[in-house]
């Protein structure tokens, strides 16, 4: 993989000896490099583990918002153990492309937060749809909607915990920028 030598060598600038970690959404492997130069790097395998599988799943709703904002939220995310990012659309959100080009670059945003939190099993990110399909696209879960005006987030765990419905999925959205409309809060 030159991409990724080139990397090791250029960017991380590591050295024979070194540790480096590599890894998928299945497994992560430790190596520890025995040549690198920038086109190939070889190595031995120090370690190696499948992925843990997080549970419960988590679906975030992350609606479209500016540039900065919306890199801000991936990390976070990432970070927080999401398995699924589903980007959605409401009436206020900020609209952006999100063509072929554009989505690889959102991924490798994902990768990098991964990279830095050690959260081998990175989300999925979904291309934006709109919000009142997204939500008859999901499975049965616990929906929590984070709003300025709802529940201390205290007081909806606990909520969820005395109704111990059983569900095994959980959904959670932040609004837009420019809030929802009354109608999708409803939603």
Do not use: W
């Not at 009142?132 to 300025?148: C, G, K, M, Q, V």
């Amino acid at each position: 993989e030159p991409i990724v030598s080139h990397r090791i060598a250029s960017i991380l600038r590591l050295q024979k000896g070194d540790l480096v970690t590599l890894f998928n959404r299945a497994m992560h492997v430790t190596i520890s490099l025995t040549r690198i130069d920038k086109k190939s790097c070889t190595g031995t395998i120090y370690t190696h583990a499948q992925n843990h599988i997080l549970v419960p799943p988590i679906t975030i709703l992350l609606p479209l918002l500016k540039k900065d904002a919306l890199e801000d939220a991936l990390y976070s995310c990432v970070e927080l153990g999401a398995t699924n990012v589903q980007l959605i659309a409401t009436k206020k959100t900020h609209h952006i492309s999100t063509d072929t080009k554009q989505m690889a670059r959102l991924h490798a945003i994902i990768i990098a937060a991964a990279e830095q939190s050690k959260q081998y099993l990175f989300p999925l990110i979904q291309h934006p749809i709109n919000l009142s399909r997204a939500l008859e696209d999901l499975p049965l879960s616990t929906r929590i909607f984070f709003h300025p005006t709802g529940l201390s987030f205290r007081d909806v765990i606990h909520q969820i915990d005395r109704a111990a419905t059983g569900n095994t999925h959980y959904v959670i959205m932040i609004g837009p920028e420019g809030d929802c409309t009354e109608e999708e809060r409803t939603q």
